[in-house]
Nanobody, 121 residues
Framework: QVQLVESGGGLVQAGGSLRLSCAASGSMYSINVMGWYRQAPGMQRELVAIITSGGSTNYTDSAKDRFTISRDNAKNTVYLQMSSLKPEDTAVYYC???????????????WGQGTQVTVSS
């Protein structure tokens, strides 16, 4: 069983900062990609940022220059440092991992339960 557990969400004023963490646990052979997605009320889930095991990153345009994704491979943990937060960043943020449970397994997506981020104006 693989679990992704997020932490660090909350309520912050516009212009403030938050740091999200997501730790993956369980039986895993390798984690190829870890990332953060978000879903606002009435909207589809969207990519925020992803990072590969080698450290390559990709961001959605709205997150560039404000958010930083990082990863600790030894701890199977991914972080999202969010700065200059805006009310439109309000959403449930989900952690995602694309991983192989065993060396013979196919790659498969796993999701955390989500953490609420609310930015007040």
């Amino acid at each position: 069983q693989v679990q992704l557990v997020e932490s660090g969400g909350g309520l912050v004023q516009a212009g403030g900062s938050l740091r999200l963490s997501c730790a993956a646990s369980g039986s895993m052979y390798s984690i190829n990609v870890m990332g953060w997605y978000r879903q606002a009320p009435g909207m589809q889930r969207e990519l925020v940022a992803i990072i590969t095991s080698g450290g390559s990153t990709n961001y959605t345009d709205s997150a560039k220059d404000r958010f930083t994704i990082s990863r600790d491979n030894a701890k199977n943990t991914v972080y999202l440092q969010m700065s200059s937060l805006k009310p439109e960043d309000t959403a449930v943020y989900y952690c995602n991992a694309l991983l192989k449970r065993y060396f013979w397994s196919d790659l498969r997506d796993y999701w955390g339960q989500g953490t609420q981020v609310t930015v007040s104006s």
